[in-house]
């Protein structure tokens, strides 16, 4: 099974805030389970999701969230 890659950036906003997961699961009307696996990289962020995160941290996308495949071409190059 292949899980994707965490948020590692929103991770660390969300804490560098103070703010919980049920916090932002209510910032993006969704429920904790279904925010806790989008956090993970269990589940993707909607693209509206995403822009209501990077309004809300007023930060650009690229800051916050990592790409889909984040890490995976950086371990392919290696192996070779």
Known sequence: MHFQQRQWNLIR?????NL???DMKNLLNISKDA????ERGNAQFTMDEMFILSKYFDLP???IFLPRNFGVTEIKEVAK
């Open 20 to 22: 919980t997961q049920y």
């Open 61 to 63: 996308l690229e800051q």
């Open 35 to 38: 925010y806790g696996m989008k």
């Open 13 to 17: 906003l969300r804490k560098e805030r």
